[in-house]
């Protein structure tokens, strides 16, 4: 199906430009001490510029817009002009809030009018290959107003009674069954006026924008992610990161 040939999503136009919001302004202490967690370095490349990188393949993205540490937008947009970007792809750098909510609707603030398919990407999430991109990018044009990517769970999941003291035992409650269950990854997709009317309304503080949607009542959809998604958190994954890089410099040329 062509780009102008798809059902509009709540007013978007057919074939809409596409923008993606990729909030950095986190510290990422998990990561320990140093640099905020979207400048740590991945083969020599920041991980925000990856990110940035992995949304600006897709040729529906028109405009990237990064939301920096509230101090460091300065600091970040030189750190991407010092790096090569797809000229096809424009790039914004906006100075972020206090929590990640507050970052990504100071994101859609900044988005100029047109785009009406907005993407919510983790810069964490450095390594997303673009066709899991671009798949979240079809299903909100062919209708969704919400899109998550997802992997099914291989481990058994326990819901537990939190411990009186950290490192106490837990009781667990029960199993739930992990055949219902998915982990969420990012690029979220969504249709703009939903997103924003999401962040106008809902105040509860939220791990993701698609709970922000499914608190107004409105349908969130799965579409397939990729286990190379995964969220850079601690110092392991950036061991895991560096292998996947490896492996894409040894298999692709990348």
């Known amino acids: 199906m062509s780009d ?3 059902p509009s999503p709540l007013g978007a136009p057919p074939g809409a430009p596409v923008a993606a919001v990729i909030p950095a302004a986190g510290r990422g ?12 370095t991945l083969n020599g490349t920041p991980m925000l510029v990856h990110a940035v ?22 600091e970040v947009k030189s750190l991407l002009d010092a790096h090569a970007l797809p000229e096809r792809t424009d790039f914004l ?3 972020g809030g206090e929590s990640r909510q507050e970052s990504v609707r100071l994101g859609l603030d900044a988005l100029p009018p047109g785009h009406d398919i907005v ?26 107003v919400a899109v998550v990517p997802a992997l099914p769970l ?6 537990v009674e939190p411990a009186a003291e950290p490192g106490e035992p837990e009781p667990v409650v029960a199993t739930p069954d992990r ?40 349908r969130v959809v799965a ?11 601690r110092p392991l994954d950036l061991v895991l990161a560096e292998a996947v890089l490896a492996r894409r410099r040894l298999n692709d040329g990348f």
């Open 179 to 218: 055949a219902l269950l998915r982990a969420v990854q990012t690029p979220q997709g969504f249709d703009r006026a939903t997103l924003v009317r999401a962040h106008e309304t809902v105040t509860d503080n939220v791990t993701d924008d698609a709970s922000m949607v499914e608190q107004l009542g409105e």
């Open 53 to 74: 990188r992995a949304m600006a393949a897709s040729r529906a993205v028109s405009l990237v817009v990064v939301v920096a540490p509230p101090d460091g937008a300065a």
């Open 154 to 159: 291989a481990d058994t999941v326990k819901q």
């Open 93 to 95: 750098v906006v100075p």
């Open 119 to 144: 993407l919510v990407h983790d810069a964490a999430r450095p390594l997303v290959p673009v066709d899991t991109v671009d798949a979240v990018i079809e299903a909100v044009r062919d209708g969704a």
């Open 29 to 40: 202490v998990r990561l320990g001490p140093g640099a905020p967690k979207a400048l740590r």
């Open 4 to 6: 102008d040939s798809r």
């Open 223 to 233: 579409v397939p992610g990729h286990e190379e998604a995964f969220k850079v958190t």
